[in-house]
């Protein structure tokens, strides 16, 4: 056996788990706003841009301020304003959702960069720290791992909870549903699907954009051009992945955030193995997912919301 | 007299190139069942529409218990009171039925018991069955519909429209239809039944009103005084239809044979169920029943649209029940299937790429199309068939229906097909369309050709058939002889008397 | 109460796209000015700097159309899915696996006479780039997989799938240690046809209008329109929609992959992550502006081609070249408005609520 060979250290093991728990907060943020935004029936494709705006944005916020808090609503605002152009594009105008949604990824990462120049390489710094929750942060091993996390982790979870709470037990979530399920029926029932839909959209960049700040705040901890590195496009894959719902994208952010721990952390387990193709997990996981999902879809109604992509506009006949 | 429920007064709609509604009247009284009457195109569904908020009337007034009203969405409507059941159910098939319900008027924080407890006290009111945690993609036809009055009631709906409800229902479901209608009455609130039955609006309605053209002929009949001649004079107009002369065919060998035929529907339901019939040379074969028994997989299945999963189709003795739908046009088949703009056309393409559907084939140049002669193929269809047309590069789109139609009959047909099946040809057509196609087909049939029609106009059946098959819950029930059976024996039969 | 609608015209402006094109060019550069006069940088320096280095003189002309040739052979990839309706977000990683597998055929024909090697390595990169599209296709054809996710998905596995070659098996030896692929066999190199404009330039335009030419006029076009139209119909015709997925994906993963050879033989000396460089997503909205037309892809690739081009020369004048980053998206953007506005009418309605 290959197991017994390897030696595990317990710094390794807490590294690793810690690592997860960070990455996983990261995309479950972006995931989540995705989530939201689909599940009303708009793709939105802008998420790796979205997040850039949202790190430069939480950058500079929490720099200026002193406080990442100040950097993390900064990232938020700065992520639903650029959202508002896929919003008034796609949903306002019924653009193609694809084609808006990737010239707002253009949009977001040039303007990041633009914005963004003269903070490469800015030596100031607004960072989150370690929360120390009386007791639980004293336990054995738990109290090193899950309970040694940021703030942002804990706001994650409960912007989660929030979600799946109004999407199941309110009225405003049942039509944001119905938006996504079945737009002209929705209107009927007297739901602004323009509304809800650009509301959806805005919600989901200010996710994805609070994302990016906890990138400049506490991830990474800095700004610099390409500091996303692509993890906008793992979201889009884990609100899939999740099945579109809040509880599932939170295992698949823990899942694909252990994936990007890995890479950074496999060395330590001693294990002969590319960090670099497990990096490719995430991406062939979601293919993976996504043709099961097809599979079923021949005895029942897919997962993924009915309206999805299309764009509505009241029959004039 | 109590002031009226809803006046509808001088509405006129129009639309490009059509005058929906020409200054049509209506008035119900509370407390009754009004039927609104008309042939197909007669502009009762846009009249309908005008008072559900789904279209502004660019004319007239519309007034609600005596006020007047101005409806910019069907959710203002709702909020006056005034529900719609739409032929297309305005259903979110994912959601249960009592999340279909209380969509738009839940309250903030939904608790899902009390959501489900309250809208099976509510089907319990009016009769009638529903399990409010059931997903509605599971549900029937018939329960959609009920879901869709259950909406409408929800929202306390003092006025109910109702348009060609009995369409989609089991005989069965259409007797409960009539309980939950006169429950809906008792309670105060009007209900309008739009139609062009005449049977069920007797047994249903307590008035009627005429649409004829866009305008209203007759109002506020008194359907207990009326006489049905009578009303059927009114909705078809002095001119009586044009005659469509039958001419007794002389049937030859079988071409069309489908033996134990069995077709299950997207959702695994048996949609036909071991069928079996046969189409001889120069005979039409007419297939009666009410809409949603099987007839559109029993014609897919024919096509080659829908995989039979028992049974065999046979063209000619030659086998092709999985066979392609190449095979199948080669062995002489031709389909005018009943969504022309879905299946058998590409709407947004030219008629020139519309017209060469069926041939495009034997127009090959290597791997080139022959274009001039794609062109020379439609002009001469155009001629041959009178279609309208513009230019050949405009849309297939920009054509009428009846234009449509004719051009898509004359493509199938110019392939000297053996056998043709037709699905619903006439449907949606003007009077002089509905005559063209019947003459084309009828010229067919003397030519030789087998034609198996499937309609849901009994009359057409009855003035067009060699034979007339009835099916319901997919399969064949009964057969007739058109020239010995009265309509109420045919009529009898699609309601699965059993 | 008043609200605005829209409303369509019965009749959509004759000529709408190209001024839709140019208005939102101007509604770019109007944007950008306002950007660059907000960050303090100078606004006319800038764009005349980014003119004259993409299309003021015969040299900046041939980077300019060199650019372009990567651009539109993407943007005619999606096109091409487009007539389908199907959108292949894939380019990005069609072109990396298409290099990648021209590299590959560098590797094994190192000592191969120059043409020979180039159509060799051409001819590898089409057919990395339709195995890339493989899997994708089969998926969309056989269990209705939604190719936009599986497409974009794969991207992120090319790029990392030669992140990894680069650091194993294909790292060069003489690198120094470091991470790179070892270069292409210097024969296999497109020569230059006019300043420094290579040979591919010629070849997309051939490509482009051969493409054009043969789904116009040949049966499988016709075939492939009545399918990407109306699906029904198709089936009803005997048209098998199974088949024509899988083509049109493969084809347009070939056409994707061979831009990504021609890079690799044009103006890349080896195989690196970067070779795409964004020209498969910034083909998307090539094909979007151009609606899908090839001959429309090949002028708005040479558009972006320019603002790409324009946007690298800017920093020496101390600009951000994120600039043409953001003038591309805002082209986009600029032309959905002015399309909309242009099939639509804006009206004011006096809305009455029911009480």
């Known amino acids: 056996m290959i197991l017994a060979e390897i030696s595990i250290s317990e710094a390794a093991v807490i590294g690793l788990v810690v690592a997860t728990i960070k990455f996983a907060t990261l995309l479950y943020l972006a995931a989540l706003g995705e989530t939201i935004a689909e599940r009303a029936g708009v793709l939105n494709l802008g998420v790796e841009g979205m997040m850039a705006m949202g790190a430069v944005a939480g950058y500079i916020g929490g720099v200026a301020s002193g406080s990442p808090w100040v950097g993390l609503l900064v990232g938020a605002l700065a992520g639903a304003a650029i959202s508002m152009v896929h919003a008034i594009a796609a949903v306002g105008l019924g653009a193609d959702q694809v084609v808006s949604g990737l010239a707002l990824t253009l949009l977001g990462l040039g303007l990041a960069d633009f914005i963004g120049d003269s903070y490469t390489d800015d030596p100031r710094r607004a960072l989150f720290t370690e929360v120390d929750i009386p007791v639980l942060s004293d336990i054995k091993w738990l109290g090193d791992t899950i309970f040694s996390t940021s703030p942002v982790t804990y706001l994650a979870i409960a912007i989660g909870v929030v979600t799946w709470f109004v999407f199941s037990r309110t009225s405003l979530g049942l039509g944001l549903r119905a938006v996504g399920e079945s737009a002209s029926t929705a209107d009927a029932a007297g739901h602004s699907v323009t509304a809800m839909r650009m509301g959806a959209v805005m919600v989901g960049g200010a996710l994805a954009g609070m994302s990016g700040a906890y990138l400049s705040t506490f991830v990474v901890g800095a700004w610099s051009v390409g500091v996303t590195a692509g993890r906008g496009w793992i979201a889009v894959a884990l609100v899939i992945f999740g099945a579109w719902r809040p509880g599932r994208v939170a295992i698949g952010a823990l899942l694909f955030g252990f994936t990007l721990a890995l890479q950074l952390r496999l060395q330590p387990f001693g294990i002969e193995f590319s960090p670099i193709l497990v990096s490719m997990l995430p991406y062939l996981l979601t293919v993976g997912v996504l043709i099961v999902i097809s599979y079923r879809a021949r005895n029942q109604p897919p997962p993924a919301p009915a309206g999805l992509g299309i764009a509505y506009r009241r029959e004039e006949r | ?498 | 109460m008043r609200r605005l609608v829209l409303q369509r015209r019965e009749t959509p402006t004759r000529g709408g796209q190209p001024a839709a094109f140019f208005i939102g060019l101007l509604f770019a550069l109007l944007i950008g000015a306002i950007l660059l006069t907000i960050a303090g940088d100078p606004v006319l320096d800038t764009y005349s700097r980014m003119w004259d280095r993409s299309l003021g003189s015969s040299e900046s002309i041939a980077t300019t159309l060199n650019r372009a040739v990567p651009l539109a052979l993407a943007g005619l990839a999606v096109s091409i899915a487009a007539t389908m309706g199907l959108w292949n977000i894939g380019a990005e990683g069609q072109i990396l696996f298409g290099a990648t597998a021209a590299t590959l055929v560098g590797r094994i024909g190192a000592d191969w006479p120059g043409p020979v090697l180039i159509v060799a390595m051409l001819l590898g990169a089409a057919i990395g780039g339709a195995l890339w599209s493989l899997g994708p296709g089969l998926a969309r054809a056989e269990i209705g997989v939604s190719e936009i996710i599986t497409t974009l998905m794969l991207n992120e596995v090319a790029l990392r799938l030669i992140r990894y070659l680069q650091n194993g098996a294909w790292k060069d030896p003489e690198g120094f240690g470091f991470p790179q692929i070892e270069a292409r066999p210097d024969q296999a190199e497109l020569g230059q046809i006019w300043e420094r404009a290579h040979l591919g330039v010629i070849i997309a335009i051939v490509v482009i209008l051969a493409f054009a030419w043969f789904l116009n006029r040949s049966v499988w076009g016709y075939e492939l329109k009545i399918a990407g139209s109306s699906p029904n119909t198709a089936t009803y015709a005997g048209i098998s929609m199974r088949r024509k997925i899988l083509g049109v994906m493969l084809l347009s993963g070939a056409v994707a992959g061979f831009a990504g050879g021609i890079e690799l033989t044009g103006t890349a000396a080896r195989l690196n992550e970067n070779i795409s460089n964004g020209y498969g997503f910034a083909g998307i909205i090539v094909a979007a502006l151009a609606l899908m037309r090839p001959s429309g892809v090949a002028l708005v690739a040479v558009a972006f081609g320019a603002v790409q081009v324009g946007g690298l020369s800017i920093q020496s004048l101390g600009v951000s070249s994120a600039v043409a980053t953001i003038l591309q998206a805002l082209i986009l953007f600029g032309a959905i408005g002015a399309s909309v506005l242009s099939s639509y009418r804006i009206r004011l309605v006096d809305r009455k609520v029911a009480a």
């Open chain 2, 1 to 498: 007299m109590s002031q009226p429920a809803v006046e509808l007064d001088g509405i006129w709609k129009r639309f490009p190139g059509v005058i929906a509604n020409a200054g049509a009247n209506l008035t119900v009284l509370p407390g009754t069942v009004h039927a609104v009457l008309g042939e197909n195109g007669a502009g009762k569904t846009t009249l309908m529409n005008c008072l559900a908020g789904v279209y502004l009337p660019d004319e007239g007034t519309v007034r609600i218990a005596g006020e007047e009203m101005r409806f910019s969405s069907p959710a203002d409507a709702l909020a006056a009171g005034i529900g719609m059941v739409h032929q297309e159910f305005r259903l979110v098939p994912t959601f249960t039925v009592a999340e279909n319900v209380v969509l738009g008027s839940a309250p903030a924080v939904i608790d899902q018991d009390a959501i489900n407890r309250d809208v099976a006290e509510l089907a319990e009111r009016f009769g009638f069955e529903a399990d409010p945690k059931r997903p509605v993609w599971q549900l029937s036809m018939g329960e959609r519909q009920r879901v869709e009055i259950l909406k409408a009631l929800w929202r306390d709906a003092r006025v109910l429209i109702l348009d060609e409800p009995t369409a989609v229902l089991t005989p069965q479901e259409a007797v409960e239809l009539g309980a939950v209608l006169r429950q809906m009455v008792a309670e105060g609130r009007s209900v309008i039944f739009i139609s062009h039955k005449l049977d069920e609006v007797t047994s249903f309605c307590d008035e009627g009103t005429v649409l004829r053209g866009g305008a209203t002929v007759a109002a506020s009949i008194n359907i207990a005084d009326a006489d049905a001649a009578q009303l059927a004079e009114l909705m078809v107009g002095s001119s009586s239809t044009p005659e469509v002369s039958p001419r007794a065919g002389t049937p030859g060998d079988a071409i069309l044979e489908v033996d134990g035929l069995t077709v299950m529907d997207s959702r695994g339901l048996t949609a036909v169920d071991d069928l079996s019939l046969t189409v001889h040379a120069g005979e039409i074969v007419g297939v009666a029943g009410v809409a949603g028994n099987g007839q559109r997989a029993l014609t897919d299945a024919i096509a080659g649209l829908d995989t039979a999963t028992a049974g065999t189709i046979k063209i000619e003795s030659t086998d092709v029940t999985n066979a392609s739908t190449r095979r199948r046009v080669d062995a002489g088949l031709a389909y005018i299937p009943e969504d022309r703009l879905g299946v058998g056309l590409a709407p947004k393409l030219p008629i020139t790429h519309n017209a060469v559907i069926r041939s495009y084939r034997t127009m090959r140049q290597g791997p080139f199309l022959a274009w001039e002669r794609a062109r020379a193929f439609c002009t001469d269809l155009i001629d041959t068939f009178s279609v309208k047309v513009g230019r050949l590069d405009d849309p297939m789109a920009s054509l009428s229906g009846g234009n449509l139609q004719r051009l898509l009959l004359g493509r199938e047909l110019s392939g000297e097909p053996h056998i043709v099946v037709a699905a619903q040809p006439t449907r949606g057509l003007d009077v002089a369309g509905v005559a063209a196609i019947q003459n084309l087909l009828l010229d067919q049939r003397d030519s030789g050709t087998g034609i198996l029609m499937i309609s849901e106009d009994l009359d057409e059946l009855l003035a067009l058939a060699d034979r007339i098959l009835v099916m319901s819950e997919g399969r064949i029930v009964g057969e007739f002889d058109p020239r010995a059976t009265s309509r109420a024996e045919i009529g009898e039969a699609m309601m699965g008397a059993s």
